[in-house]
């Protein structure tokens, strides 16, 4: 194929036939698609042995490609759920007599065609097929080529159900993978309306480098957890660990633990059992590093300045003393990557300063970061986790999947 | 100056004073700024005289730069508008308790650090800031070199109504205007967190392909006024006339006549005088060149493909006759710059299928195209109308110079 252009043009063609479907009729589509999806397991779990068979058994990806009944079932319910979600599209935000006779209303409308650039999962296909034909978009995904063929075959038996229902298989369009395309999606500047990057820090670099067409950044999440004067170590030490230990690999967790001078001995002493436990790498700062080597914590390094701002997504992380709020706010605002921070205290004072001033999509008071998610969050089903503050910030679910349209109806107004 | 980095940082640093402001604060800061603009009336016309002065008489862009008493009065009253305007911060969009004791909410706060791109127009120093103020943001403002000494005139009064409040001066920061500090604004992700470029297509298309930091389209207007079959032609013809007469350098006037076949000669016959009266240049294609060539129009050209999908932002346009509605859909959706599109019509069939199927930030039914304007709508001062679907379509107002924020508040509360 020399050029994806055509395959773009008919995904937005095909966008105002799905737009143009009723509530109901998206219900439908979903809820046969999730039965297609469990009556075509043989086929999918086929095709997915053949991209397994093709990746080395000691590419960490491995287990994310993975499909297995149990994922396949979880694949066709999460359509059920976004299937029960609320439509997002077609609500009335305003309505205005602009003069006698010429009215004004901004409306909620689909986005047109959604793009999403993502690599080795495969349930990422079904879940932004079903997100976007629930609220009336088309997609066009570009998915890793390690899972070539178990995106086609998931693709198939959507497109298969499009069929049954008489419209067009361009809805959900799966991009070839050669990397040479991805430079014409980057710039359709008149065929898609969103592009959304999934995936590695560099893939998602690469897009906000490259990209003309509005693109959502789902960056990194360098996560702190601040350790307050006067906080409630044993709420603290809880919050801790589970944010740093309950899935490491993801966004959403521990990367640095801040805490403050008067409380350090405290925290490391409660910490270092529940952490040893996990086997948690800890790079800490030259106060905490003498106190927990006292401890006799046994996987600690010495910080060195990278290991601030940085994302482990792994059972590491790094540990900051700080003198004061002032300096812990500092230490945020300078290496947070504005996804998810915490802070632990009983001073309600501080709470709020902290809920206010801190800038990042999600801010908590005395909770684990983990739960910066659209399903804990209760939106349903998440493209990603925006960092950046235009149209969505946090969870990327349903609901940001729309524009506004301004309708203007009138009897021959003129502006005078 | 080596790096306006160090400008950038001193924002964000202020952006946060601002946001604490409360509410009333914000406006009284307004206020008194829009006395203080109005006091220093001599000083603000004595700097733009030097800009005008270096600007030869030659150039189109001079009556844009052109500051006079009733401009700065002007000015000032609009300042007032927006202190009158609801502030968008503070909004609690959700509140739901996740378990017990674990409170979500979403809140509408500040953007942050607002930067605007632009041309010759001192008066959008004036309102960018009081628009950021207003919302609780900073803004950095880099405007063109022809308007150095009006913007600094401008933003010296701002800056010190900021001190009289004990306010930072760096909430309104005019960036210097030489090109090469343009690429680290682009690309300061960590200290901006919207770039709106506010002028020629050429500087919107730069500022969109070489920045990090997201961006809100403000493009062209390339706007169709669609005669369909069956058209009033009286309420056509009066339409037609004032979307492409009324103010024709601005984006959201008529570039292009649809006329059905049906309706051609009624329709040009009844446009031909008072388009004839403003000196119209018409580009018509082949069906309409012989209609107006026998009705005697003076400003006739024969329209080439380039003159269908061009904003003239001038007193002309184009006229492409079309045999039913799907030819005119699929005309607009080839050339549509998706800004403002209107359908002449006494279907009401038609009326809705045209608001739904036609892809554009503003879709008329019998009404001009030069409605679409934050104030025309009840919106207030707009820095721009955006032409893309993310975060703002159409006019981008002081609604719109918000995000949102995920605030949780817990009491030890983990993930399992």
Redo the contacts between chains.
């Keep these: 194929m020399n050029s994806i252009i055509p395959l773009l043009q008919q995904a937005r063609k095909a966008s105002?036939s799905i737009?143009?479907l009723g509530d109901q009729q998206r219900r439908d589509v979903l809820l046969l698609l999730a039965r297609a999806i469990e009556a075509s397991e043989a086929q999918i779990l086929d095709a997915n042995q053949l991209d397994l068979d093709a990746m080395p058994d000691t590419d960490p990806k491995k287990d994310r490609l993975l499909l297995n009944a149990d994922r396949i079932a979880d694949l066709a319910g999460s359509i059920r759920q976004v299937a029960a979600l609320e439509d997002p599209a077609g609500a009335v935000h305003l309505t205005?007599e602009?003069q006698a006779g010429?009215e004004?209303q901004k409306v909620s409308v689909p986005?047109?065609v959604v793009g999403v650039i993502y690599e080795s999962r495969p349930n990422v296909t079904a879940d932004v097929a079903s997100l976007c034909l629930r609220s009336g978009n088309a997609c066009v995904l570009k998915g890793g080529k390690e899972a070539v063929h178990s995106n086609t075959a998931i693709v198939d038996v959507i497109q298969q159900v499009l069929v049954e229902f008489g419209l067009p298989e361009a809805a959900v369009t799966l991009l070839p993978t050669p990397r040479e395309h991805v430079q014409e999606l980057l710039t359709a500047t008149r065929y898609v309306?969103?592009l959304i990057p999934r995936g590695s820090d560099s893939l998602i670099q690469f897009v906000?480098?490259n990209a003309?067409v509005?693109?959502?950044?789902t960056g990194a999440g360098v996560c702190h957890t601040y350790v307050a004067p006067g906080a409630?170590i044993?709420?603290a030490a809880?919050?801790v660990v589970?944010?740093k230990v309950?899935r490491p690999s993801v966004c959403n967790a521990l990367d640095t633990i801040l805490v403050d001078r008067s409380a350090v001995d405290e925290l490391l002493s409660a910490v270092s059992a529940p952490l040893q436990a996990h086997k948690v790498e800890i790079f800490a700062d030259d106060i905490a590093f003498p106190i927990l080597t006292e401890l006799g914590y046994p996987y600690l390094q010495r910080a060195t300045e990278e290991d601030f701002g940085r994302e482990f997504l792994d059972l590491k992380c790094s540990v900051k003393v700080v003198s004061g709020v002032d300096e812990a706010f500092e230490h945020i605002e300078t290496f947070s990557s504005r996804h998810s921070e915490a802070i632990i205290t009983e001073d309600a004072d501080l709470?709020e300063r902290f809920?206010?001033?801190v800038?990042?999509?999600?801010?908590?008071?005395?909770?684990?970061t983990?739960?910066?998610d659209g399903g804990?969050?209760?939106l349903g089903a998440e493209i990603g986790i925006s960092t950046?503050?235009?149209?969505?910030?946090?969870p990327f679910a349903l609901e940001k999947l729309v524009?506004?349209?301004?309708?203007?109806?009138?009897?021959?107004?003129?502006?005078?």
Excluded: C, M
Aim: hydrophobic fraction near 40%; aromatic fraction near 6%; avoid cysteine.
């Design positions: 105002i737009r143009k205005r602009l010429l004004l986005l047109g309306d969103i906000r480098k003309l509005p693109t959502i950044e409630d044993k709420k809880e919050i589970n944010a309950q709470a809920l206010e001033e800038d990042a999509a999600a801010v908590y008071v005395n909770a684990s983990r739960f910066t804990e969050f209760g950046q503050k235009l149209h969505a910030r946090g524009t506004e349209k301004w309708v203007v109806r009138g009897n021959g107004h003129i502006r005078t």
